[in-house]
């Protein structure tokens, strides 16, 4: 594995976010595609950038088939860049996918919802036992942070990162990124737990139906009575029930009525509708 910057061709830009640039980059001796994240800690305090080592840390400790991998990392002093070495996602994220089928008008494939659901699972499986002992890291389960390779699997991505770079961000700015997939729990003073991910999973199973989230209001006020209500309309009438159910049960406003990630991937309307796709 490489760790300079020069053994790094950049293509292209992918897209730059609250913290830095994302580049489409080629490994000069492999010819391997990868992306690098530039992220500016230099207006970090000290215990964000503590925070931020141990995250990637974790982050670089976790391998498996739907988690974007992490390859390596560089930091450069001079210029306060920590650079993120990690696969590319050819697919791109889900919300871009959401935003296109909103205006061409054409739902999203059914079957390709079940993958959707099972492969994030399985990332949240591998998430949830892998760190056990480890506190820092939350997930942040959404469209954007959700990727497809070149042959349309599903890579979890972005997670633990997000959080300390939201960090920085002004009281305003926070308030305009509204917490759409917050669960109840959350909303109601909680601790953020595993259940909490399955709620956001919920939310972001439902978006992919109804392309737009379960919950949505025009104040942080009304959404939070709207989500400690748990009514939401049903997914559009094309998909089925056994999908709308599986949408609510995940949703279940008391957090002990909801599956864990267990039940999920072991309930049979998802493991039916995994193997008839492979
Ligand atoms: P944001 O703060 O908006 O999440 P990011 O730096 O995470 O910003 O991402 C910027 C852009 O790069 C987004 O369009 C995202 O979809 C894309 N991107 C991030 N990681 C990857 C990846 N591993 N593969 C492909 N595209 C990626
Ligand atoms: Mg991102």
Redesign the pocket.
Known sequence: VSNKLEDFEVLEV?????????YKVCNKYDKMIY?C?AIDYGKMDENQKELLVSEVNVLSGLKHPNI?QYHSRIINKKTTTLYII????EG??LA?IIVSCKKNKKPIEEGFIWQVLYQTGRALQACHSHLKHVVVLHRDIKP??V?LDSAGNVKL??FGL?RI?QKEESCAETVVGTPFYMSPEVLGGGKYNRKSDIWALGCLIYELCALSPPFVASSFKLLTSSIKSGRFDRIPAHYSDDLHKMISFMLSVDHEYRPTIEMVLHHPAVVVRVSQRS
């Open positions: 992918i897209g730059s976010g609250s913290f830095g640039t994302c992306v994240k974007v990690m696969e590319y996602c791109g994220d871009s954007a942070n990727f991505g972005d997000a770079l």
